[in-house]
């Protein structure tokens, strides 16, 4: 029979401690997993990864059309919401100092007569800022409906700086 030494004696209980700490916290862990995908429904849980499907080709020419639109209403100097919301950005980029905003993304919903009849962005910082870009987006309708099986909200990047001089 193989003697052990005294501190070899005192270590295995150690080891053998730690290892069974480890091994209740793997089947703990191993546990969770097996909880989470008896959960997740089997469609959660592809087996390759998925690509999201590229949209109709009508649906991304309506889409720039409704953008180009919309950067045209943005950029009328006779509109005193244009005005407004210029001097807003000219007033932050200079006495701020803070830079123009990065393009907004928006969610954008159109009715059949291509009224926008629901319009959602991340607030500008400023309340009458937000209201005269909802104003410039919502009060007149876009030139076309949108296709009738095209999906909405319409998921659309505006640039909000100031116009090119020509």
């Known amino acids: 029979m193989q003697e052990f030494s005294q501190a070899e004696r005192r270590s295995a209980p150690v080891h053998a401690t730690r290892w069974s700490n480890i091994l209740q916290w793997l089947k703990?862990?191993?546990?969770g997993i097996g909880i989470a995908a008896a959960l997740a429904p089997a469609e959660a849980l592809p087996a390759q990864p998925m690509q999201a499907p590229q949209p109709p080709q009508h649906w991304i020419s309506y889409a720039q059309l409704a953008s180009n639109q919309f950067a045209a209403w943005l950029s009328d100097p006779a509109d005193d919401a244009v005005v407004r919301l210029h001097g807003w950005m000219q007033e932050r980029l200079l006495k701020e100092g803070q830079p123009l905003p990065p393009p907004l993304v928006t969610r954008v919903w159109v009715a059949p007569s291509g009224q926008v009849e629901r319009l959602e962005f991340a607030s500008l910082g400023n309340a009458q800022a937000d209201d005269d870009l909802r104003a410039l987006l919502t009060t007149r309708p876009?030139?076309?409906p949108p296709p009738p099986d095209m999906r909405q909200p319409m998921v659309?990047?505006?640039?909000?700086?100031?116009p090119q001089k020509q």
Do not use: V, Y
């Not at 703990?28 to 546990?31: M, S």
């Not at 659309?156 to 100031?162: G, N, S, V």
């Open 142 to 144: 876009l030139s076309e």
């Open 28 to 31: 703990r862990i191993g546990a």
């Open 156 to 162: 659309l990047q505006l640039m909000l700086d100031f």
